[in-house]
């Protein structure tokens, strides 16, 4: 099973990746803001300006690597940059979205907290994300043990020899399935 969620809500934009494969759940997340295609275009220039600036270096680097290229200033090797790589270079740009806005994240990881926002019941998934990645068995977890090596009483599981599983309940599953879908 595999899910993507996406919100668009004003200016700003969420998605959740929900996927569960052999009983193991994953989750990630990405936000961002959502430009004109002028906006976008604008800040994709100031990124560039900003780095030129910062390594003036790279224009002469620019300038033995492309002969066409007769600008000196920051601004000319960034308006070069653009109209070579694209108008959006720089950018980590999703999609473009009606209207002729365009999705620019900001922030990308296993659920942020602008994620959590827009769907606050993705966190009763967190605590199961990577339920097949455990170092300690649920003995040791249950008791906090943190030393690697330390070997559980109960079912002589060593502490970081290798993975342990816990398997996902069928409520985590069902709300995999159904969390942002309608009621």
Known sequence: MKRTLQKIIGRKWARAEIEIENGCLRMRGSYGRVLTEAAAKRDALRYW?????????????????????????????????LAVDGPY????????????????????????????AVWPELA???????????????????????????ICPDCGWKLGHAWSKRELPSDIVKLAETIGTAK
């Open 49 to 81: 300006v900003s780095f030129f600036e910062e390594q003036p270096d790279q224009i002469y680097d620019m300038k033995k690597r492309y002969p066409q290229f007769r600008g000196w200033s920051p601004k000319a090797a960034a308006k070069f940059v």
């Open 124 to 150: 009763k998934l967190l605590p199961w994300h990577l339920n097949d990645l455990h170092a300690e068995c649920e003995h040791q977890q249950s008791r906090g043990e943190k030393m690697p090596g330390a």
């Open 89 to 116: 270079h720089g950018l980590d740009l999703q999609e473009p979205v009606g209207g002729g806005g365009v999705l620019v994240t900001d922030g990308r990881g296993q659920c942020g907290v602008a994620v959590l």
